[in-house]
């Protein structure tokens, strides 16, 4: 297996954590759709400084991410537009790529960490992961101990942050990253 092709599988996973209506395209719908979720799921409601913030990021995310992928400007994006976005360069950077994801890990941390603590239990991560991207349990629970670099039993936001850097940086299915979003399409 090539590094294109490793690439290109964690780049079909990714876009179907996107697409979480599942109708094979990614839309504006699906981002807000998916922070909305994850608010409910820990109870922040409508208004909620957490959650407000959490919306506003998920927009802008999907606002960056329309404006770079949308090649026939419908308005979504399909799974071949998000693929060449990346080939043209859309994380660029390891450094635009840190600047890009740290505000929205903060903001899910602010969402999902019940106790304030800064970092996410099993628990919390199983249900974030679940509510944002409909990541089965069964993935969570595995990823979250790989996740967990100084054997606490908790994750914070370097940690996650690390973790996708290299999902999409590290051409590796061993390293990290590599099995962030579960099992990786054929």
Do not use: C
């Not at 208004?47 to 419908?74: H, N, Q, T």
Request: net charge negative; glycine share 10%.
């Amino acid at each position: 297996m090539t590094n294109d092709d490793i690439l290109d599988r964690k780049l079909t996973r990714r876009f179907q954590t996107f697409d979480v209506d599942n109708n094979g395209r990614i839309e504006r719908r699906d981002f807000e759709n998916s922070a909305i979720r994850l608010a409910d799921e820990f109870g922040r409601a409508p208004g909620a400084p957490a959650r407000e913030r959490l919306l506003e990021l998920s927009l802008g995310l999907w606002e960056r991410l329309v404006s770079a992928a949308d090649a026939d400007s419908d308005g979504t994006i399909d799974l071949g537009e998000y693929k060449r976005a990346f080939t043209a360069g859309l994380l660029v950077t390891e450094e635009s790529f840190e600047a890009g994801y740290r505000p929205f890990l903060e903001a899910i941390m602010a969402v999902a960490d019940t106790d304030g603590d800064g970092q996410l239990n099993l628990d919390e991560y199983i249900r974030w992961t679940g509510a944002l991207m409909n990541l089965p349990e069964s993935d969570a629970r595995a990823v979250h101990p790989r996740l967990d670099t100084d054997g606490d039993g908790l994750v914070g936001t370097d940690e996650i942050l690390q973790a996708i850097r290299g999902y999409y940086f590290d051409e590796s299915l061993d390293g990290p990253g590599g099995w962030l979003l579960g099992s990786l399409p054929n």
